[in-house]
């Protein structure tokens, strides 16, 4: 699996750059040791960008949670909202080849979501907003898969997360390819099993949209398609799911295996469904015997590998 040309955007401080208004930076081990081997970064810090120092004085949200101010802690007359919402429109405009987004969680600039609301006494007000970077940014690239990294330490948030970057990067490849009919026919046949995971009812009316390829002009046709699969590829595949994946597939191998092979298949399905073993298990079980009994509709299929498997996402799900 080609993962050179995967460019995912990453709050800079996140990489080691010392861009923290302390002069430090909340290096990540896991974006900078695992994450760094598949993607190719591209470090943004929009406080840097608008022309604050390092170090340099905080700043924090103030005001109505639905429309904050980014201002000095202790220095309110220091706002600096506006050029942090034309940062991130400048952004939104120039980094149009990411296929994913990793903030620094709880900034006032780039934080995803639940970032504290102040009172201008600096009590909080109890509620939270997004960073005001971040919100302009996620606002012109609403299908983009973004992410904190506080919450890429959850198993499931993770591999969902680079589940849909690689989705995403997809794509954008077929698109840059000049988007056909048949194309798009293929696209989503490949990805059908990842969508019933997430709802055979999306995977089904995904399915009658894609019907209309032909008869419909793309240029309609392809905006509705990736909205409603990359919406519900944000949804969460439970054990349940999976494990109705997992059976649909064994139904390629029912006229192949003997009534040994079966019985394995379906125990450790079940253990999956009830929590004692980890996904990778069904999974390699499957794999081995599609090795043995190839079947081209399966082989097509990035179910069984939607991710290098050296980042072993599905070990822990």
Not at 17 to 42: C, M, P, W
Not at 71 to 80: A, K, T
Not at 151 to 162: A, C, Q, S, T
Request: charged fraction near 25%.
């Amino acid at each position: 699996m080609n993962t050179d040309n995967i460019k995912i955007g990453v709050s800079a401080c996140l990489l080691g750059e010392q861009v923290r208004f302390d002069g430090g930076h909340k290096q990540d081990a896991y974006i900078n040791g695992t994450l760094s081997q598949y993607f190719q970064f591209v470090p943004v810090c929009p406080e840097v960008a608008i022309g604050l120092g390092t170090p340099r004085e905080p700043i924090r949200l103030v005001g109505d949670p639905a429309n904050p101010r980014a201002v000095g802690v202790r220095s309110p007359q220091l706002d600096v909202t506006e050029k942090l919402q034309a940062y991130g429109r400048q952004m939104g405009r120039e980094l149009l080849d990411l296929s994913g987004y990793i903030l620094k969680r709880a900034s006032p600039s780039c934080g995803m979501e639940r970032v504290k609301v102040y009172k201008p006494n600096g009590v909080p007000i109890g509620k939270s907003a997004n960073g005001i970077y971040a919100r302009i940014f996620m606002q012109m690239h609403l299908l983009l898969p973004v992410e904190e990294e506080g919450r890429l330490g959850d198993p499931v948030l993770r591999e969902n997360f680079i589940q849909r970057i690689f989705v995403y990067h997809r794509w954008q490849a077929l698109v840059a390819s000049d988007l056909t009919p048949a194309k798009l026919v293929r696209f989503h046949a490949r990805h059908k099993l990842i969508l019933m995971a997430h709802s055979q009812t999306a995977a089904r009316k995904l399915g009658q949209l894609v019907a209309r390829a032909g008869a419909e002009p793309m240029g309609d046709i392809a905006p509705m398609y990736i909205d409603a699969l990359m919406n519900t590829l944000k949804r969460r595949a439970g054990r349940k799911q999976h494990a109705n994946v997992l059976m649909h597939l064994m139904g390629f191998l029912k006229r192949v295996l003997d009534t040994g092979d079966k019985a394995e298949l379906v125990e450790t399905v079940d253990a999956y469904r009830l929590g004692r073993v980890p996904l990778i298990v069904p999974i390699t079980l499957l794999q081995h015997h599609f090795r043995r009994h190839p079947e081209p509709y399966v082989q097509e299929q990035h179910y069984l590998e939607p991710h290098p498997k050296e980042l072993m996402l599905r070990n822990l799900l």
